[in-house]
């Protein structure tokens, strides 16, 4: 029997005894260059990512650029209102074709003007006729995977993924029943981020509130987050955590950083395997969707997208969002903080305390499985 005390060695063969035990991922990696680059490989390129807001891409031409992991993509409609996604990178020399969002007739890279069709074929390169053999055919945009989830598009890198609703089973749900009225929500803002930690250092915070009474105090006193009371939920690709308002806040007995009266009586917190996460927070119809993008071993970069039911007002719209930043605030020191004590490589492996944190032991499995190929 393992030693819950003492990990064992941290060899390949031994780690997943060791994750099983209560044991967390070797500290190495989280700032070994060559672990994200395996990541990459047999993560990134292969997982389901929120790229946007799908009414950028309602109209035929409509295009929305955005990222997936480390891959670059692009979604745009056609004319044939079929939606469909590509590796937003120029045949040619590797130069972005779009930016932003928008909606064209065709796509064209603004280095040296390869124009491509809204199905990602290449119609126009240009002095490509001085090239004997040229062939235009042989240079299309490369195909990525998408899916539209209500108001939401995401993209996988691979053209052959399973669909999205695997990693949404359970999911769907629970968005359904939370009372946001999920397909009548509207985009209302976008707020950018970068943290300098490992992009799991940042997801595991998120995958637990263990924390939250010692360092979210306005979140804990709405949100009922004793260990009897919040619920953890996991599955194949995704977790969940629910909460529902305090009794006293809900009576209006206590304090609370803002009045969550609404349609939504309580919290959730989703992960969707790989690196996305969706926030439900009590009141007004509301739903925050959050990427995290590993763009070096110690820097994760991503955007928080909020999205409000028709009739909430900007003012409430204000209040929510400056909660969620406060809470975001709150736990950039911490994670900081923890990036600190891993990379000093003297702790190899921490200790879960598995009853509050097993979505985090979940997590750590699906990372080490897919470095392992299993």
């Known amino acids: 029997m393992t030693d819950i005390q003492t990990p064992p060695a941290a060899a390949p063969a031994d780690l997943a005894a060791s994750l099983a035990a209560g044991w967390t991922l070797p500290a190495g990696w989280y700032s070994d260059p060559a672990i994200l680059v395996l990541e990459r490989e047999r993560i990134f390129a292969h997982g389901w990512q929120y790229v946007g807001r799908a009414s950028a891409v309602e109209d035929a031409g409509g295009f929305l650029a955005g990222r997936v992991g480390h891959v670059p993509v692009v979604i745009v409609r056609g004319r044939d209102g079929d939606l469909r996604g590509f590796v937003n990178v120029c045949r040619h020399r590797a130069h972005l074709v779009a930016a932003g969002e928008g909606c064209r ?16 074929s290449l119609l126009r390169a240009p002095r490509s006729e001085r090239e004997p053999g040229f062939d235009a055919d042989a240079f299309s945009l490369l195909p990525v995977a998408v899916a539209e989830w209500g108001p939401l598009v995401f993209a996988n890198p691979d053209p052959h993924a399973d669909p999205l609703d695997a990693v949404l089973e359970g999911v769907t749900e629970m968005v359904a029943s939370s009372g946001v009225g999920f397909p009548t929500l509207r985009f209302r803002e976008r707020v950018a981020w970068e943290l300098e930690v490992n992009w799991k250092t940042a997801l595991e915070n998120y995958l637990e509130c ?31 955590q629910a909460g529902n308002v305090r009794a006293g806040v809900r009576e209006g007995t206590a304090d609370a950083p803002y009045v969550p009266a609404g349609d939504v009586p309580g919290a959730q917190y989703h992960y969707l395997w790989p690196a996305t996460t969706i926030n439900i927070e009590p009141g007004r119809p ?43 605030a709150e736990d950039d020191a911490l994670v900081r903080s923890v990036q600190e004590g891993l990379d000093s490589g003297l702790v190899a492996q921490g200790r879960l305390l598995r009853a509050s944190e097993r979505l985090i032991g979940h997590f750590q499995k699906l990372v080490h499985d897919a470095l392992a190929g299993q």
């Open 105 to 120: 007739a065709t796509l064209q890279c603004p280095y040296h003007a390869w124009t491509y069709d809204l199905d990602g």
């Open 210 to 240: 263990y924390h939250c009474p010692t360092a979210h105090p306005g979140l804990a006193r709405m949100v009922d987050v004793d260990p009897d009371a919040y619920v953890l939920t996991e599955r194949a690709l995704s977790s969940s």
């Open 286 to 328: 509301n739903l925050g969707i959050d990427t995290w993008v590993p763009v070096a071993p110690n820097r994760t970069v991503g955007v928080s997208d909020y999205y409000f039911g028709p009739d909430v007002t900007d003012a409430e719209v204000a209040e929510l969002v400056a909660f969620s930043q406060q809470v975001g």
